[in-house]
């Protein structure tokens, strides 16, 4: 099993920037996609971005954030950060990191992704 923890989440004003961060934990040898995903009230839950194998070179991202949120991570600490800036109302939403034991195919399928935190929330005032 693995376990995932997020934090960082919180209130910010439109164009402010938060950082997120996803401690993962456990069984994570075999782990080398991490994602995040948001859900707004109401809504599906979106992929927002992905990071293949800890690189900073192997990232994707949901066309909605690219150029405004960059995904990094620290194999480590078994920890994978979304640095968000520019921040929009529309951003505002329960943010989930996900760990994946895939490494190829499409990232932004939520299926494809076995392991879940708990979500931390993120609002983003006008």
């Known amino acids: 099993q693995v376990q995932l923890v997020e934090s960082g989440g919180g209130l910010v004003q439109a164009g402010g920037s938060l950082r997120l961060s996803c401690a993962a934990s456990?069984?994570?040898?075999?782990?080398?996609?991490m994602g995040w995903f948001r859900q707004a009230p109401g809504k599906e839950r979106d992929f927002v971005a992905a990071?293949?194998?800890?690189?900073?070179?192997?990232?994707y991202y949901a066309d909605s954030v690219k150029g405004r949120f960059t995904i990094s991570g620290d194999n480590a600490k078994n920890t994978v950060y979304l640095q968000m800036n520019s921040l929009k109302p529309e951003d505002t939403a329960v943010y989930y990191c996900a760990a994946g034991r895939f490494y190829s195919g499409t990232y932004s399928y939520s299926s494809r992704y076995e392991y879940w935190g708990q979500g931390t929330q993120v609002t983003v005032s006008s």
């Open positions: 990071i293949i194998s800890w690189s900073d070179s192997n990232t």
């Open positions: 456990g069984r994570t040898l075999n782990i080398y996609a």
